[in-house]
């Protein structure tokens, strides 16, 4: 880096990251300028100073605001807002709490702290998979999704699908297999999320590899690629569909709501006696009788109008709506990769509810739909689940 400092504006910082900062010259002029742009707002939002005699300088400042938009630049709530500080030290520090020595540390109480030494040499070495500034931003990324009002619509409701297919190469490193990332990645899940950010961007080609759903996952959640030194943004909708051509898919299946099973009919059936009655005593048109009519009426629209069903097909699903009156009230299909999640709420014996979540990619938003008191999904559904990497939970 140059001894003299920089002026904080965006020629200056134009110059400074063509020569200074590799990922910037990735980048193609829209992007750069957009790049730029968020780094001077990172700046002037957050507090960076300086701990045992470091003096962050305006070079100092730009070089960590840089990182940070390195890894969100393809996200639109990106700038971490739940920190508001960044301490700098000069080396590494001393935890008060523990009385180790640390690099690095992402604390939930709202603050990043940095040793300067070890984020220069995050990228002065390219090629370790070590890389302190976007470690610790990776951790505050997932925090600030969790901690924050502010969060990141897409990252927020696709990360569980990212853990789905993180827990292969989460669990080889837990159980000591062969695998690409570093022992420190098995730590726990927040560790891992942050060694396989560092690898992302220093060799995402052996993510690829080794673990191609996990890399395909990762390059969607954040929505950057980088190929060849050339970074796209705004790729989700590509990705996606080369994440599909790489599911294996499902077998042929419906899953749909019991009629017999829902809410709505025991209702009925309490309802249907005294209906009956009043119906044989009164007649069918008197006013108690009506009365019952229109009550059964209305809990059998209740029930036609959120009868789901889910046709499970080999690369994709296709879910409607609607029993008999209101059938086919809503129809929609959507590809193996854009389901994120299948949660089975257990209600007694032979009784689930389930809840599918998806993305819709033509308007970029995502979808809850319930399926109430379906039977128990067959096993081999379970393993497909898996197998193609789709978070499932149970409760």
């Known amino acids: 880096m140059p001894q003299a400092d920089i002026e904080l504006k965006e020629s200056s910082l134009h110059y400074f990251y063509s020569e200074y900062f590799a990922y910037y010259t990735t980048l193609n002029s829209q992007w750069q300028q957009v790049f730029v742009e968020r780094c001077l707002k990172f ?3 957050k507090t960076i100073i300086g701990a045992e005699g470091f003096k962050p300088d305006n070079r100092v400042k730009a070089i960590i605001a840089a990182c940070a938009v390195q890894l969100t630049i393809g996200l639109t709530s990106w700038d971490l807002d739940y920190f508001e500080t960044i301490i700098v ?7 008060k709490a523990s009385g180790l ?9 709202g603050f990043i702290r940095l040793s300067w030494k070890g984020f220069l040499r995050g990228y002065k070495i390219s090629d370790d998979n070590i890389n302190l500034g976007l470690h610790e931003f990776a951790h505050a990324l997932r925090i600030n999704d969790v901690k924050s009002f502010y969060q990141d619509y897409f990252f927020d409701h696709f ?4 853990l789905a297919a993180a827990m292969e ?3 080889n490193i837990r159980n000591n297999k062969q695998t690409l990332f570093r022992k420190y990645g098995g730590t726990n899940i927040n560790e891992f999320i942050s060694v396989c950010i560092e690898h992302y ?18 390059a969607i959640l954040l929505n950057q690629q980088t190929t060849n030194k050339i970074t796209e943004v705004n790729v989700r909708k590509r990705l996606l569909n080369e994440l599909n051509a790489l599911q294996q898919g499902f077998t042929a299946k419906i899953i749909k709501s ?7 009919f025991p209702i009925v059936m309490v309802i249907l006696v ?6 044989f005593v009164t007649g069918l048109f008197s006013g108690g009788s009506i009365f019952f009519e229109m009550l059964i009426a209305i809990i059998y629209l209740r029930f036609d109008y959120r009868y789901t069903k889910i046709h499970v097909h080999k690369q994709g699903f296709t879910i409607s709506k609607g029993f008999f009156i209101f059938k086919n009230r809503s129809k929609y299909s959507f590809p193996t990769s854009n389901l994120v999640s299948l949660r089975m709420y257990n209600r007694g014996k032979e009784k689930q509810d389930w809840e599918v979540i998806f993305y819709n990619s033509n308007n970029d938003h995502f979808y809850e739909e319930t399926i109430l008191e379906y039977k128990p999904l067959d096993t081999v559904f379970v393993a497909e689940i898996y197998k193609n990497k789709i978070a499932y939970f149970t409760s």
């Open 89 to 95: 030290h000069p080396g590494d520090f001393d935890d």
């Open 169 to 171: 190469a989460f669990y």
């Open 258 to 264: 019991n009629a017999l099973r829902t809410n709505s």
């Open 159 to 162: 990360f569980s699908r990212w």
């Open 101 to 109: 020595k640390f690099r690095g540390e992402t604390n939930l109480q």
């Open 274 to 279: 005294p209906f009956l009655l009043t119906a």
């Open 201 to 218: 961007f220093e060799s995402p080609l052996e993510i690829k590899k080794e673990y191609p759903y996990l890399y395909y996952c990762t």
């Open 43 to 45: 700046i002037e939002k």
